[in-house]
């Protein structure tokens, strides 16, 4: 195997430790490791000079750490590039892939699928297309009683904008192409266009992209406040050397528990409404205003902006304030624990959710599926298990799997998931260690590469930070769950009912702007 460059959950190197492979060997390396049982976490690219730098970051589960590659691409005269394709022998790769031509004009030659991902492909010369989202060919099936199904990208109620197509037989779903795009907002391109005026600051936010990078970082999933800020910071950590105080991880902790709470418990709410068991769904709801009250209790807003920043925390809490926590807590989860239970215990709702959008254990693993999806298809998947970082290097969370991959598997998942949360924020309220909640953040490293994962309510995120000579973000790249996971949504609408799509549908709970930055 290629010597690869080793790195901890967090963990930070200098470019020039970074082995460059020519491309013919990273993407053999990748291929190779990926056959062996790592996963593909992140694959990106980036301008160096006149030449494109291509980074392929795998996880090892096994190990518990990170290796990483790279390879440099030349440019032709136009500005493009190609390389081999790994998606025939990777499938997990097929959508980077596709991103990087689109944002790169890096061609991989030899990709079965090479559609847009938010825009048309690029122009010749390279450089991102201006190109209108969703304008492209769609995949079509011909035949005698085959008819398209086509869904938004404009919905009923209060949703974020994607597009569906169903080719169908009758009723049942042959084909599903998810067409996405309509939330882009450049957030990637955005980080690293910030500048922070003063570099010999020694003010709270030294050493980071500008004072609106932490808002950006909140606002990447809405409802991922947390889990996106703790991996943004923990980027940053790690590019300046800053070493965040033991209490400071506690509190991100228990709130990144919060938000999982609140997310899968609605959740729960969400799918017992899609199949008219009202008891359940009005109880979730109310519980998922709770656990966001929750939040607010400990920093003020419901979604948790201003918990987490670079060395530190927002607040503090008094032992008052955590034995209000805790009651409050004890409260929720009696009343949660209560609604699970009728959902579980009603055949009606089994009966729908069993054997509804399966997606067994090898295909997950093909298509690289992370977090709910890819427990609830048996696979033992969970950054804080095998890749502990922050104060989960002290605290263990146990990881819940299920084998079946349906509906039922990612809801049940979801609630074996809830009870642990709850297990582990009492485990951690009543234990938080003393001292204080800040440590002045360092400037961050010339020439330097930080990635930090960090298992969010709907599974990985990945966040890689590299610097120029001048210590400043050259490059910023940000892998949601969901960019993961919408492929696993497609597939499991085949040889489905389309009446089953919105069950579906609200059992991944993909975010539709997690996966447009």
Same mark, same amino acid.
């Given at each position: ?31 190779? !490791?990926? !056959? ?5 976490? !992140? ?6 000079? =006149? ?22 691409? @030349?440019?032709?005269? *136009? ?12 499938? =997990? ?51 005698? =009683?085959? #008819? ?6 404009? #919905? ?22 998810? $067409?996405?795009?309509?939330? #882009? ?7 690293? @266009?910030?500048?922070?005026? *003063? ?26 406040? %947390? ?46 409404? *899609? ?47 955590? @034995? ?71 605290? #263990? ?25 709850? *297990? ?11 001292? !204080? ?17 960090? @298992? ?41 009912? %389309? ?7 609200? $059992? ?10």
């Amino acid at each position: 195997m290629t010597d690869a460059l080793v790195l901890a959950n967090g963990g930070a190197a200098a470019l020039d430790k970074l082995p460059r492979l020519g491309i013919g060997a990273l993407t053999a390396w990748i291929t190779r !490791a990926v !056959a062996q049982g790592r996963r593909v976490s !992140a694959l990106l690219a980036y301008p160096l000079g =006149e030449r494109l730098c291509l980074i392929g970051v795998l996880a090892n589960d096994t190990d518990g750490v990170l290796e990483l590659a790279a390879a440099e691409l @030349e440019r032709s005269a *136009d500005g493009g590039a190609s390389f081999p394709s790994m998606t025939p022998a990777c499938p =997990e790769v097929h959508l980077f892939e596709r991103e990087i031509a689109e944002q790169w004009g890096a061609r991989p030659l030899g990709h079965p699928w090479l559609k847009p991902v938010r825009f048309q492909p690029p122009r010749r010369g390279g450089g991102p297309s201006a190109s209108p989202i969703g304008v492209t060919d769609f995949y079509r099936i011909e035949g005698d =009683e085959v #008819h398209e199904v086509a869904v938004g990208p404009v #919905h009923a109620g209060v949703i974020e904008p994607g597009h569906f197509r169903f080719q169908c037989h009758g009723e049942n779903v042959m084909h599903l192409e998810i $067409s996405l795009g309509y939330q #882009h907002r450049g957030v990637e391109r955005a980080l690293v @266009e910030l500048r922070s005026g *003063d570099r010999t600051s020694t003010g709270r936010d030294a050493g980071v992209p500008g004072p609106r990078a932490i808002h950006y970082a909140e606002t990447l999933a809405g409802d991922t406040t %947390i889990g996106h800020a703790t991996a943004y910071c923990a980027a940053v950590e790690a590019l300046s050397g800053t070493r965040v105080p033991p209490r400071a991880l506690a509190l991100r902790a228990v709130a990144l528990e919060l938000e999982r709470l609140a997310n899968h418990v609605g959740d729960l709410g969400a799918l017992a409404n *899609d199949v008219a068991f009202l008891p359940t769904a009005a109880y979730c709801g109310r519980l998922r205003g709770d656990y966001l009250n929750l939040t607010a209790e400990l920093c003020g807003s419901r979604f948790g902006r201003g918990m987490v920043r670079v060395g530190r925390v927002g607040f503090d809490v008094t032992d008052a304030r955590v @034995e209000e926590m805790l009651a409050r807590l004890d409260a929720a989860a009696r009343d949660t624990e209560t609604a699970a239970r009728l959902l579980w215990e009603t055949a009606s709702v089994q009966a729908r959710f069993e054997d509804t959008g399966r997606v067994a254990t090898d295909l997950a693993r093909t298509l690289g599926l992370v977090g709910v999806a890819a427990r609830a298809s048996g696979l033992s998947r969970d950054v804080r298990k095998s890749h502990p970082a922050g104060y989960y290097r002290f605290a #263990h969370v146990p990881m819940s799997t299920w084998t079946s991959g349906d509906v039922f598997g990612r809801a049940y998942v979801r609630g074996l998931e809830i009870r642990r949360s709850i *297990d582990f924020i009492r485990t951690v309220l009543r234990t938080l260690p003393g001292g !204080a909640i800040a440590k002045p953040p360092k400037l961050a490293r010339a020439g330097h590469l930080a990635v930090s994962m960090v @298992e969010g309510w709907r599974g990985e995120i990945c966040h890689v930070a590299i610097t120029d000579d001048a210590g400043r973000l050259a490059a910023y790249k940000i892998v949601d769950p969901s960019f993961h996971n919408w492929t696993g949504l497609a597939m499991a609408l085949r040889d489905q009912q %389309i009446s089953d799509f919105p069950l579906c549908n609200k $059992s991944f709970n993909l975010s539709y702007c997690g996966h447009d930055l």
